[in-house]
């Protein structure tokens, strides 16, 4: 593997590149991939013009650069995510017709969830996940399904922490933590009003396929009394999905 | 850039890998890929080996390879089609509910349609369409929508043909073809029966933002009666939907 005089192979240049992109930043300079890739300016330019040319990154009108048209297709046709979302889709579209504000979708990733699908209602009360987003698994909902549900191993590891606050109600103490995974897993949902927004509270349940826990299905809604009782059509819409998971073996690929 | 004694670029040969999986071909061995990318067997194996360790490509516990989350996760997160498909997701969700089937959103790219988003009745008829799948600008309605408003340098090089048919109903005849463009922009919508399969028929209109055309907006039905009159709530859906993307310049970037 060709390695740059700093030692970092090709494919860790053009990682760095992609990763310089994100929901705020999806329109970026040359000079601007340059500064939060940390790669020398002539590197980026000629990076970023050998990436233009396969399509992994493309210029607009004022030579402005954002991903590529190419690379999304890489990525989504062949999506590690697209069966479970192609599934899931209908049903989030259920809950969203009938509880309104967002549903949202989340699977465990590298310690922390990545969320993998979103709808949300023009007058949706703030919601900070987005599509390809990720989130702390102590501190949101489907984090706490995610984390009751998956292995000793990644939660003995976050247990340990840090646990960072990122308000007043985040779960933020191992032993608090460990007590309300317990009762996630007795209940069946995670419920968290405030723990990220003290505006929004989280919910969510598990989706599973054939008895395994593969993602997370959420709500937010507004942190009132009226966000207690949608735990019901959430914990209904969760089964609903997975039952047609477990028939259709989709998401195994 | 590095090279290979071939004279290719390493880049170039991770396109080619990257490549190598598809809807049909989500998961394949290294020897799969290498015979795919037409890449040596050692060539393959090290960059497989390289580019999973970068979450690109991810291994299952077979050893099988497949495309990585963080390579979904970059690609979408500045996703050059996420503002267009969030818009559009709550209006096929309401067509979907409403008319049925399949409905799907395609933009032009690279001479032919990308489909980018696709929602689907589990009884829906035969629709070979796929999110991030790709099909003919003159056969599918979609892409007669984005040709009839589309730059008159890609109206000419496609009218100039060649326009192979996908069954005898597909147009495959330049006179046919810019006759039926002219049609499509005075009716304001392409009615595509049996064009793509005898057993469907494809309908589909312009979205617009600010005036410009930027996606069609389609149906997929039975090729019968009941499809003509669809292109009712279809126009309707379409108007909505531009009218939401021209409010918020969502898709600019």
Redesign the interface.
């Given at each position: 593997?060709?390695r740059s005089p700093s030692g970092e192979?090709?494919?860790?240049r053009?990682?760095r590149i992609?990763?310089a992109?994100?929901?705020d930043?999806?329109?970026l300079t040359v000079s601007e991939i340059s500064h939060r890739a940390a790669l020398p300016a002539a590197t980026t330019a000629?990076l970023v013009r050998?990436?233009t040319g396969?399509g992994?990154l493309?210029r607009?009108e004022r030579r402005r650069v954002?991903?590529?048209?190419r690379?999304?297709?890489?990525?989504?046709?062949?999506?590690?995510?697209?069966g479970l979302r192609?599934a899931a889709?209908?049903y989030m579209?259920d809950l969203?017709?009938v509880v309104g504000h967002s549903t949202q979708l989340g699977?465990l990733?590298?310690g922390e969830v990545?969320f993998v699908e979103r709808?949300s209602a023009p007058d949706a009360v703030v919601n900070i996940t987005?599509?390809?987003?990720r989130l702390p698994l102590h501190a949101s909902s489907a984090g706490l399904v995610l984390l009751a549900h998956g292995s000793a191993e990644v939660r003995e590891r976050i247990a340990r922490g840090p646990l960072p606050a990122l308000t007043p109600h985040t779960i933020a103490d191992e032993r608090a933590l460990r007590a309300e995974l317990a009762e996630v897993r007795r209940r069946g949902f995670a419920f968290c009003p405030g723990h990220i927004h003290p505006d929004a509270t989280g919910i969510a349940v598990p989706v599973r396929q054939n008895g395994e826990v593969v993602a997370a299905l959420g709500l937010v809604v507004p942190n009132d009394d009226a966000a207690w009782p949608l735990h019901q059509p959430l914990l209904l819409t969760g089964r609903a999905l997975s039952r047609a998971l477990s028939a259709a073996p989709v998401f195994s690929?």
């Open positions: 593997m060709a192979s090709l494919l860790t053009v990682v992609l990763d992109f994100g929901p930043t999806p329109v000629r050998e990436m396969h992994l493309a607009d954002r991903i590529g048209t690379m999304w297709e890489l990525a989504e046709r062949a999506s590690p995510v697209l192609q889709l209908q579209g969203q017709a699977v990733d590298g990545l709808l987005r599509i390809a987003g690929g």
